[in-house]
């Protein structure tokens, strides 16, 4: 059984894969995927989420940081041992403000969301993917250099996205390609929680995206065998400057768009 499985399915850029993979699939646009699991902590929503798509799904509420779940869900792989064709983790969150300002306990979770779970999530998914699979994490910009006032969200990002390098040339002879997804502001309701604490930089509104197009992008980039997908000209742009220019530099730029 070939299967895709995409964790924070419940909404935002997670959701619209879960769309986008279902429609690919069954218009044949990618090797076929006979069921999707939907893994998030908001049953009610997978469940909505389930009739919209005309692929089988597995809806799995958990929360990923849950080292109990997260113990019955390898239990679950051992029994069912699918051939796990896509994975894509989208379960995340940042928050924004000064990290001696922001609660300790929020920001230890957005490293154990952000980091821990997709690790362990990732470790316990490979035995069960073969030559072709696809491996999708979802980094970000604020993965490119160190972000004051989004810290803690941007070192977590830096983290994903160096994994995702070494992982994909780790599984180079495997032919498990490992994609790393970095956009820029997506309009979700990512910045819903984000700005609990703050308001986000001025540039936030020059760089908003739809997350349709984001998730096109990144499984265009995937099925393409590439490492990183960025989309927008101005991120894109943004990636460029700043493997020329030094950090000090391209912070002193961004403290002016407060």
């Known amino acids: 059984m070939n299967i895709a499985l995409i964790t924070g399915a419940s909404s ?3 959701r619209q894969f879960a769309i986008q993979i279902d429609y690919l699939s069954m218009h044949q646009k990618i090797r076929k995927i006979d069921e999707i699991w939907l893994v998030a ?25 849950n080292d109990i779940s997260m113990i019955q869900y390898h239990e679950i792989l051992q029994q069912e041992s699918p051939h796990i064709q896509l994975l894509v983790n989208c379960a995340g969150f940042g928050l924004l403000g000064k990290f001696k300002d922001l609660d300790i306990a929020d920001q230890l979770a957005m490293v ?5 779970a997709l690790t362990k999530m990732t470790y316990f998914c490979i035995p069960y993917m073969a030559k072709g699979s696809h491996i999708i994490q979802l980094a970000s910009s ?14 977590t990002k830096s983290y994903v996205l160096s994994f995702s390098h ?13 994609t790393a997804v970095c956009p820029g502001p997506v309009n979700t309701n990512f910045f819903t929680i984000a700005e609990k604490y703050g308001s986000n930089l001025a540039v936030k509104k ?6 349709p197009a984001v998730v096109r ?19 894109k742009a943004f990636h460029v400057l700043t493997k020329c220019m030094p950090v000090k530099w391209i912070l002193y730029v961004l403290r002016k768009f407060k």
């Open 12 to 14: 935002g850029l997670g």
């Open 41 to 65: 902590r908001r049953r009610e929503q997978l469940k909505e989420l389930s009739v919209t798509l005309s692929t089988r799904t597995r809806i799995i509420p958990m929360d990923v940081t």
């Open 112 to 116: 154990d969301v952000n980091c821990k």
């Open 142 to 155: 604020a993965a490119f250099l160190p972000q004051p006032n989004f810290a803690i969200y941007a070192a």
């Open 166 to 178: 070494a992982l994909s040339e780790e599984l180079r002879k495997d032919e498990i390609i490992v």
């Open 206 to 211: 020059l760089t908003m995206v739809e997350a």
């Open 217 to 235: 992008a990144a499984l265009r980039a995937a099925y393409r065998k590439k490492t990183v997908s960025v989309y927008s000209p101005l991120i």
